[in-house]
């Protein structure tokens, strides 16, 4: 299966929806916060194409910290008969480099502290537990990550 990483506009909303809401229930974004990602100055935004489908998509936002730009993934889902293809991974590694041609250097991002795949995922990839976010998502806690670029 040949898979293209393509930039992802609004024009794709209603198949990037249908993908979040199979990977996440009550932590989807609404169909209104992705549009509004798809279309923010400060986003980046790619989707995996395959011959047929869009396979998954990755969102990412540029934000500062002490006048210091960061990436700040929110959001990369595959669609469930798509994965273990390699695909989150083209994914990422697209949008690190799309940040490093920014001049950022560093990357982080959030996930569940019981989302063993994507925990996984990130850690495969250089990512690096620095924190514990408690409650982040509603009962759940969350894990803070971060990657030098
Ligand atoms: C997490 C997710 C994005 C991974 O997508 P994917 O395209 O299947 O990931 P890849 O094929 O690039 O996997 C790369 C590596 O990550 C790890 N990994 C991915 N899925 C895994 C799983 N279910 N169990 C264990 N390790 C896993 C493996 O090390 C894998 O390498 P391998 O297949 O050679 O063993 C996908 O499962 C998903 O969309 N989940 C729901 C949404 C989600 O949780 N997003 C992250 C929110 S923070």
């Known amino acids: 299966m ?3 990483i393509e930039t992802a506009t609004i024009k794709l909303l209603d198949k990037l929806y249908e993908i979040e809401e199979e990977c ?3 932590e989807a974004f609404t169909k209104r ?3 509004y990602l798809l279309t923010d100055y400060n986003t980046i935004a790619l989707a995996a194409k395959t011959d047929s489908a869009i396979a998954g998509f990755i969102i990412a936002q540029v934000e500062v910290e002490e006048n210091t730009e960061f990436g700040h993934i929110i959001t990369i889902n595959v669609a469930p008969n798509c994965r273990r293809k390699g695909i989150a991974t083209k994914l990422l590694r697209e949008i690190e480099t799309l940040l490093k041609q920014k001049g950022i250097t560093e990357c982080r991002l959030e996930v569940r502290e019981d989302n063993h795949p ?10 690096q537990i620095v924190g514990k976010l408690e409650n982040y998502y509603g009962k759940k806690h969350g894990l803070y990550l971060k990657k030098t670029l």
């Open 33 to 35: 916060q992705i549009a």
């Open 24 to 26: 996440f229930d009550q």
């Open 118 to 127: 994507a925990i996984k995922l990130y850690q495969t990839l250089g990512y």
């Open 2 to 4: 040949e898979v293209k």
